[in-house]
């Protein structure tokens, strides 16, 4: 009996050690906190718009006098067109000349050509070119109206790299000329037209 007391005490004796070793072991676990998000804030890469470029133009013009009871036309436009960029950075600033032919007539007036010398200022957006343009234009004019005569131009466009040597794009310019070829009348153009140019 004796020795009955002695293993059942043993054996007390070894499951209270053992319980307090298990409750030893049952800690709350720890969990590590999740790091904090990391705003990823994409940065727009610039291409380097520098260097010559020329091209076409297919558009539409609108030619009208101050008043437009008197003199009202619209048709198709096409052109050449050839200038220089320099790319500063994220300013991009150049030069261009153009040569646009009009199909354009109206009472006897024909609208033929308008040759413009532009500066324009631009923003390097990656791929796209926004940007304003200025500058000289002078129109040409046949029929009842026959003369040239120079006046001012300004607009905005946008250019698109789709290729390292592909640019696209589209434009449209106000044009102004006043008291064309001294004949009292004020004549305005508008003109939108869509580009494409190789730049080398």
Request: charged share 20%; no cysteine.
């Given at each position: 009996?004796?020795?009955?007391?002695?293993?059942?005490?043993?054996?007390?004796?070894?499951?209270?050690g053992?319980?307090?070793?298990?409750?030893?072991?049952?800690?709350?676990?720890?969990?590590?906190?999740?790091p904090?998000?990391?705003?990823?804030?994409?940065?727009?890469?610039?291409?380097?718009?520098?260097?010559?470029?020329?091209?076409?133009?297919?558009?539409?013009a609108?030619?009208?006098?101050?008043?437009?009871?008197?003199?009202?036309?619209?048709?198709?436009?096409?052109?050449?067109?050839?200038?220089?960029?320099?790319?500063?950075?994220?300013?991009?600033?150049?030069?261009?000349?153009?040569?646009?032919?009009f199909?354009?007539?109206?009472?006897?007036?024909d609208?033929?050509?308008?040759?413009?010398?532009?500066?324009?200022?631009?923003?390097?957006?990656?791929?796209?070119?926004?940007?304003?343009?200025?500058?000289?234009?002078?129109?040409?004019?046949?029929?009842?109206?026959?003369?040239?005569?120079?006046?001012?131009?300004?607009?905005?466009?946008?250019?698109?790299?789709?290729?390292d040597?592909?640019?696209?794009?589209?434009?449209?310019?106000?044009?102004e000329?006043?008291?064309?070829?001294?004949?009292?009348?004020?004549?305005?153009?508008?003109?939108?037209?869509?580009?494409?140019?190789?730049q080398?």
């Amino acid at each position: 009996m004796t020795r009955a007391l002695l293993a059942s005490g043993t054996f007390a004796a070894l499951a209270l050690g053992a319980t307090s070793a298990l409750a030893g072991n049952l800690e709350e676990p720890v969990i590590a906190p999740a790091p904090a998000p990391v705003a990823v804030v994409p940065v727009a890469q610039g291409n380097d718009w520098t260097g010559f470029y020329a091209g076409g133009s297919l558009g539409y013009a609108e030619v009208e006098e101050s008043d437009p009871a008197n003199f009202e036309a619209d048709g198709a436009t096409y052109g050449l067109h050839a200038g220089y960029d320099y790319d500063f950075g994220s300013f991009v600033l150049g030069g261009e000349l153009e040569i646009s032919g009009f199909d354009v007539s109206a009472g006897g007036v024909d609208a033929d050509s308008v040759a413009r010398a532009k500066l324009r200022a631009g923003y390097d957006a990656g791929n796209f070119m926004p940007y304003v343009t200025a500058g000289a234009a002078q129109l040409n004019t046949g029929g009842a109206l026959e003369g040239d005569d120079t006046g001012a131009f300004y607009g905005v466009g946008m250019d698109y790299l789709l290729t390292d040597s592909i640019r696209v794009g589209g434009e449209v310019l106000k044009h102004e000329f006043d008291n064309f070829d001294d004949s009292g009348l004020d004549l305005e153009a508008t003109t939108a037209s869509l580009r494409m140019s190789f730049q080398f």
